[in-house]
């Protein structure tokens, strides 16, 4: 499903077909890697700096500005992180492992990957369909190299929704997604995404399975009754 903000973004790329082919064709890993999303919890889906806030003294981090949250797939919020705080390839994998509570498997580590490319891309999206006017967008702006590094304090300084700003982190975020596009794994990412996801499923359908038989049961036992006690080991049954 195309947001509006795709949708103008697209039709704004296509008045610029060579500067843009690029962005045009990125735009459809969009509409391949939202179907991988897995619905499973509430999430925040903006967590990015501006956001989260530390506190210095007992360093407890608070999350402000819920206005976009709502249920999605846990990977987004990740994918949030690991972008607006750039972290490298091996602090992702300490984000994953401190999530999960231990080392991520191989295919948790794709997803990821996939789930950064959305996210940047639907940023990007984001950045391009603020501008106004896209034929007043400064030379010097459109030649600058898009790294975070490179921002030039006169855009830093300028208004926040001004064209040659929303086109530089356009540029930027378009340019970290075509760099993952562009990755060896990037391919290969789809079926570990699959298999990731396929795991989870089953794994969430028998937790569920397991809390709805033991509803079902402590729904059965007799006001007052002791609950019997759990069997840990099915081979070894408990001595009565």
Known sequence: MRTKESIITRQLLKTKPGEFQAAHDALD??????????????????LFHENLILEKETHHLYIIDWKTSGTNDPFFDLAYICLFHKLTPEQEIALLTAYFGHAPNPDAVQKLLLVNILVSMQCAVTQFSRI?????????????????????????????????????????????????????????????????????????????????????????????????????????????
């Not at 702006?141 to 356009?170: G, H, I, Q, W």
């Open 132 to 240: 106004e006017n896209l034929d007043e967008i400064l030379p010097d702006t459109l030649e600058m190299p898009f790294t975070y590094a490179n921002c030039p304090e006169e855009l830093n300084k300028d208004d926040r929704n001004s064209d040659n700003l929303n086109y530089f982190f356009f540029k930027l975020l378009l340019n970290t997604a075509l760099q993952k596009i562009n990755s060896p794994n990037y391919q290969e990412a789809f079926d570990a995404t699959s298999r990731f996801n396929q795991a989870q499923t089953q794994k969430d359908s028998a937790t569920k399975t397991q809390r709805a038989y033991r509803a079902m049961i402590e729904a059965r036992q007799p006001q007052g009754a002791v609950k019997p006690q759990e069997n840990p080991d099915p081979k070894h049954p408990i001595k009565k």
């Open 29 to 46: 890993t969009i509409d391949k890697i939202t179907p991988l999303l897995l619905i499973q919890c509430c999430c925040h889906n903006d």
